[in-house]
């Protein structure tokens, strides 16, 4: 079986920046196991087309990236919204005719579902869409998109969520069955030391800066800890990056005038992503808003327990799987609050649940899983 994904998160580089990226590369090449994968995916660089491990990967060239950024309510972004919808199209479409796939599966519901749909009018492939929650929780509100996210999902032969409140939207959303199946990525193998059996404690933060992903919250939270609680932490390291550097940066700055061991670094690849979760003993976790966060399997793959917010998925899991401490809200006093019980709770306590967590987002099972889907549509 030949099967092709479509998508518009595929990193160019290693550089960190490439959000879900990471995990949709993995997701190909163990794919890539079980059947003939192409990739057909949006790019900042140039259009290309080169082999990569297992796959063929076709690569086009978008007019603005990344394409987060592309806003339906701004007229200035409709032109490149225009180009990339039909570049898109004319890529895949190229791919379709010249080899014939048996298959698509878009990542995420758009643009890559309706560039599948339009294969499936034109020579009748079927295609599953792999939702994202910007997808059903940014885009779906937007009216006309709404409308036509639901004829997307309703024309796809099935539909798959990567978190499990978010696959009850979908299902509200188009009226059909979503399953439940989670990204996270592959790590690479590497020595891991073991947590701290008693304080201090290293403290670690990775993933965008940006409102919704809370590194604000984290940051006045430290500020509100006392001389006695910075005595049970050995340091604190900030990766990542986005729009709100300049505040975090000041508000870090602020934290080191007082003399506390905090530290403020960029992107991390893949590698340097690992070091840093090995070298935590607790990984920080204070969104806003959130499903199954990438760097909650990141996590639980190297044993290293969270103190999060209550939101999205994270306290069903957490009913399931005590993975660390978990808030009782957003704000900053449930945050603050939870780390200071972090730091008066050995990380050894939760090694056994966050073993039983890695379990279940273990990118090779899952790529499995999705190819049993496909069998069952051999004839």
Known sequence: MHVVLVTTSYPESSSGSEAAGGFVADFAQ?????????VVAAAAGATSVRTEGLLRVH???VRRWPLSTLRPLHPADWWPIYATLRDGHKSLREVVVTDRPDYIL???????GHWARSMLREFGIPYDVWALGSDIWSLGK???????????????NRRFADGLQLGKDVEKLSGVSCEFLPSTRNLPKQEVRDVAMSPPYRIAFLGRWHLNKGVDILLESLGRLTPEDWGRISEVRICGGGPLETEVRRMVGELQALGHPVSVGGYLDTVEATKLIAWSDYMMLPSRVESIPVIFSDAAQMGRPLVATPVGDLPR???????GILAVDTKIDGFANALIQALC?????FQSELAAVAGKFDIAAIAARYAERLEDLRP
Request: glycine letters at 2%.
């Open 345 to 349: 709770t050995p990380p050894s306590r």
């Open 317 to 323: 899991l957490f009913d399931q799987h005590e993975f």
């Open 59 to 61: 690569r086009f060239a």
């Open 142 to 156: 937007v009216p006309f998109l709404r409308s036509y996210l639901r004829v997307v999902l309703k024309g796809a």
């Open 106 to 112: 878009a990542l995420w519901a758009l643009p890559s």
């Open 30 to 38: 163990q794919l890539a196991r079980y059947v003939q994968v192409t």
